[in-house]
């Protein structure tokens, strides 16, 4: 583990990810859990590099909605006195989120989408069993490239800084059988692109990686941290 010395704020991980997660706790940092409701497939961009940081952006603010949600139920004993001047955008929670302005520490909220882009088409989670196997014969001895985004939101103070990083990634032949394998133990079914480099079933046949394994994994290390100590 990479040690980290004591932060001076604290960490909301907005992901489900298990692969963000053991990521962020290599880097040393102690986070709490929350993931976004989003329908993803309704939010369309041509560059994948765009689609990436709004689909980042969408899970922020998802998440942000759920705090102030539970913030505002909590505030329900206590009654409210609406001044007729004031108009429904006024009174309405924005960032910065209820209590997270009081506390001393900032919360830092993070965020981060990724796809697979293969022969310029975005790939995203296999429907089937049938397309992720078409997936990776596709990759077999040819290259994918992914691309992922990570947003840091400072919770006491609004600011939001995220980034996108692309790495490529070049295959020697997959056989067959190591396909089928891939695909009964089901991994693969649930990343996107099908693509799983780390996998001991796919790792031996990975020939090169042009960029950072963990950001293929979902959380780009140097980027997170900069953004980060930016956000503080």
Not at 174 to 189: A, H, N
């Given at each position: ?12 991980l ?15 940092y ?25 689909l ?33 955008e ?128 979902g ?14």
């Amino acid at each position: 583990m990479e040690t980290n010395s004591s932060p001076s704020f604290k960490i909301i991980l907005g992901s489900s990810s298990l692969a963000r997660r053991k990521i962020l706790t290599e880097m040393g940092y102690e986070f709490t859990l929350m993931t976004a409701d989003i329908d993803e497939k309704s939010i369309r961009k041509e560059k994948p590099e765009e689609l990436v940081m709004v689909l980042a952006q969408a899970k922020a603010n998802a998440i942000i909605s759920k705090l102030q949600t539970t913030h505002n139920k909590e505030k329900d004993a206590e009654p409210t006195i609406v001044i007729a001047a004031d108009t429904a955008e006024a009174i309405r929670p924005k960032l910065p989120v209820g209590d997270y302005v009081k506390d001393a520490e900032p919360t830092l909220l993070i965020t981060s989408d990724q796809v697979v882009v293969y022969e310029g088409v975005v790939r995203e989670k296999p429907s089937s069993k049938e397309e992720a196997r078409q997936f990776l014969k596709d990759y077999s001895g040819g290259h994918a490239a992914t691309v992922g985004s990570v947003l840091v939101t400072n919770l006491k103070t609004g600011f939001s800084k995220g980034e996108w990083d692309r790495v490529e990634i070049y295959f020697h032949e997959i056989p067959d059988e190591i396909i089928e394998k891939l695909i009964e133990e089901g991994t693969v079914l649930k990343v996107a692109g099908g693509l799983i480099i780390e996998h001991p079933l796919i790792l031996p046949f990975v020939k090169e990686v042009v960029g950072t394994t963990d950001s293929v994994m979902g959380l780009p290390k140097d980027i997170t941290k900069r953004l980060l100590q930016e956000a503080v």
